[in-house]
């Protein structure tokens, strides 16, 4: 986890960067979702996802942690060819990164403490059962749940805490990246502002990169160091959001510049000049 | 990726140790560390950190529980390292990750009078839900145009019409069974003609509604209570509710109104397939010709027989969709649940079913169609 903080997550080139997308094509029956789709994600980043509805980003995370096979096209993930490697190869990836779904899809049988146990048990069988547990109650705590929280099973928790719940599970194992799949949507404003907060904070102290599916403007502006767009089956444009303005995409504009856009840039910059 | 963590213990001024840590102190490489490092009993005075390559919040949480546990200083972290051991400082430490294990002895008759409380609930639900029915009844014959009859159409197809080659292949092949064995024994006493008299009455009075009724709860009851108890879990149930779609007639009438209708259709169906199956025994194994067979079925089953069949029929339909709709409805909290319920549901309409079979067989020679 060597994050040397010198290297402007901005910069443009980035060394080995841990995801690459090249040619990326999905195709459900007749239907293209995806048609030479190229995107890379640089090492230390947050960088946020949008499209609309449809336009194939759970796709293109499924593919990217090898739950869908693409029908063309190469993923590299940390240096490893995903599309080439059968499952059992790719447990040493699997280890490195953390996937927080839509639903939390927490294990309902499992308590949170037990659902966060659950990686370090199947990758660390050396772990003392002790440090296994400590360490479950401390990413409990560290993902800003209760300490309560441990022992309860998800059927009891609120859709905000099977969230948190969800993402302690994707950080048990120290993972370089994380994988975000609208981690803000059904929550209030008060939580999504305390879980974006959550995710930048956990970004710099543990030197994550993520990868990070969104529809929440106050996310792009607050905490992504870059935006890829995805429209017409490819991403159409990767960069900060004011450098995406530029391009003048007329999807861009209408996404940005709608209202909603407009009162979250104000209210980001409001936070700033505070 | 697969480092190892080195450490050394080093003499320290007044008796206490310095440890030295170096390598890759990481989820994958920390364990054998810290459980070495459990068994030292001296004090260590200093933790030096200045060899550490690499560190995560589990090696920091290690280092930090060490420190805390000997009250020594950490000297020489990186910065990565100093942010690390900040943000570890929340730990929750070493505690159950689920509930305590409550003992045999206790739990019980825990279980058993928490059962005996549920039953009472479990009464009062199902009078409950006879009444909503009923009441569901009574809206529609109010305004007959709330019937749900595209549902009902459904449902029947669901419940009848797909079921129909399943159920043809099951009573084909009990009408052989029967007819088979049977000849097999009969022809001890010589009385193989009367193998005509036991698959045409054992298929109508007993076997044939009794079995379809028993493939129907496995079929379709199960279907109700996943389908249903889905509906609940993804709040499909309360969202007609708050319409003002009663779920009771939209949802549970149809299938009770289907499966009660189709149940008469089947058994009866599932009774001509078995004697079918008789007769195609009667012509291969018995030498009595194939129509033969069937004109000796109408001289010899008496036609209450065929009433028996049909009178069980509908009740047994009726059972069935009951406690499949009963234990959709009652299903809540989560995916588990919706196991639970469809296994309840099978399990007490097939019980149901055979315990009223064994009331309809005393009652109707009671009454003297024997």
Redesign the interface.
């Given at each position: 986890?060597?994050?040397d903080?010198s290297e402007a997550p901005h910069e443009r080139f980035c060394l080995e960067p841990p995801i690459v997308v090249s040619g990326l094509v999905n195709r459900f029956g007749d239907f293209a979702v995806h048609d030479g789709l190229n995107l890379e994600v640089c090492r230390g980043e947050i960088l946020g996802v949008v499209g609309g509805s449809g336009t194939g980003k759970s796709v293109l995370m499924r593919s990217i942690i090898g739950l869908q096979q693409p029908t063309a096209g190469n993923i590299d993930v940390l240096g490893r060819r995903i599309t080439d490697t059968d499952l059992d190869q790719r447990v040493?990836v699997r280890?490195?990164w953390g996937v927080l779904f839509q639903g939390g899809a927490l294990f309902?049988?499992?308590?949170v403490?037990?659902n966060?146990?659950v990686p370090?048990k199947e990758?660390?069988p050396?772990?003392?059962p002790?440090?296994r547990?400590?360490?479950?109650?401390?990413?409990?705590?560290?993902s800003g749940l209760p300490?309560e929280a441990?022992?309860k099973?998800?059927?009891e928790l609120s859709g905000g805490m099977k969230k948190r719940a969800g993402l302690a599970r994707a950080?048990a194992?120290?993972p370089e990246l994380l994988f975000l799949d609208e981690p803000t949507a059904g929550l209030d404003p008060i939580g999504a502002a305390a879980f974006d907060r959550q995710t930048r904070d956990l970004k710099e102290?543990?030197?994550l990169t993520v990868f990070l599916i969104t529809h929440d403007l106050d996310t792009l502006y607050e905490i992504c160091d870059r935006v890829a767009v995805l429209a017409d089956k490819q991403v159409i444009a990767v960069g900060t959001i004011p450098e995406l303005l530029e391009t003048g995409h007329p999807w861009i504009e209408e996404y940005f510049n709608g209202p909603r856009g407009r009162s979250a840039l104000a209210s980001q910059e409001r936070a700033h000049s505070a | 990726?697969y480092g190892a963590v080195t450490y050394s213990l080093e003499d320290a001024e007044a008796g206490t140790t310095r440890l030295v840590l170096g390598g890759q102190l990481?989820?994958?490489s920390?364990?054998?560390f810290?459980?070495e490092i459990?068994r030292f009993d001296g004090e260590i005075a200093e933790i030096d950190l200045s060899g550490v390559?690499?560190?995560?919040?589990?090696g920091a949480?290690?280092v930090s529980?060490l420190a805390n546990q000997h009250s020594s200083t950490i000297t020489g972290a990186s910065?990565?390292a100093t942010?690390?051991l900040k943000?570890?400082e929340?730990?929750?430490?070493?505690?159950?990750?689920?509930?305590a294990v409550v003992p045999v002895w206790e739990r019980v008759p825990l279980a058993l009078g928490e059962k005996v409380y549920a039953a009472r609930g479990g009464m009062l639900g199902v009078v409950s839900f006879l009444g909503a029915i009923l009441v569901g009844f009574g809206s529609i014959i109010r305004k007959p145009s709330s019937m749900p009859f595209r549902a009902v159409v459904r449902q029947m197809e669901m419940v009848g019409v797909s079921a129909l080659p399943i159920i043809g292949l099951m009573s084909f092949l009990i009408g052989i069974v029967i007819a088979q064995q049977g000849a097999v024994q009969l022809q001890q006493f010589g009385a193989e003609t009367l193998t005509v008299n036991l698959v045409g009455r054992i298929t109508l009075r007993e076997l044939g509604v009794l079995m379809t009724a028993i493939m129907v709860a496995g079929r379709s009851g199960s279907a109700f209570a996943a389908q249903i108890g889905t509906m609940k879990l993804t709040e499909e149930v309360d969202a007609m509710r708050t319409i003002g779609i009663s779920p009771i007639v939209q949802l549970v009438i149809p299938r009770i109104l289907a499966c009660t209708f189709m149940m008469i259709l089947l058994g009866f169906y599932s009774s001509i397939v078995g004697i079918i199956g008789g007769a195609v025994i009667g012509q291969v194994a018995l030498g009595i010709p194939f129509f033969t067979f069937l004109e000796r079925i109408q001289e010899v089953v008496p036609l209450h027989d065929v009433w028996v069949g049909l009178v069980k029929a509908p009740v047994f339909g009726l059972i069935v969709a009951l406690a499949g709709c009963y234990h959709g409805m009652q299903v809540k909290?989560?995916?588990?649940e919706v196991g639970i319920r469809t296994t309840m549901a099978v399990v007490s309409a097939i019980f149901a079913v055979i315990v009223l079979d064994a009331f309809f067989a005393v009652f109707f020679t009671e009454v003297g169609w024997g």
């Open positions: 986890m060597a994050f903080e040493g280890r490195r309902s049988t499992l308590t403490g037990e966060v146990e370090l990758f660390y050396n772990i003392s002790r440090l547990r400590e360490i479950a109650r401390y990413k409990v705590l560290l300490e441990v022992l099973y998800p059927s950080l194992l120290d102290t543990l030197g | 990726m990481l989820v994958s920390v364990g054998p810290e459980q459990d390559d690499e560190m995560d919040t589990t949480w290690v529980r910065e990565t942010h690390l943000a570890v929340v730990a929750g430490g070493d505690g159950e990750l689920c509930p909290g989560n995916s588990e």
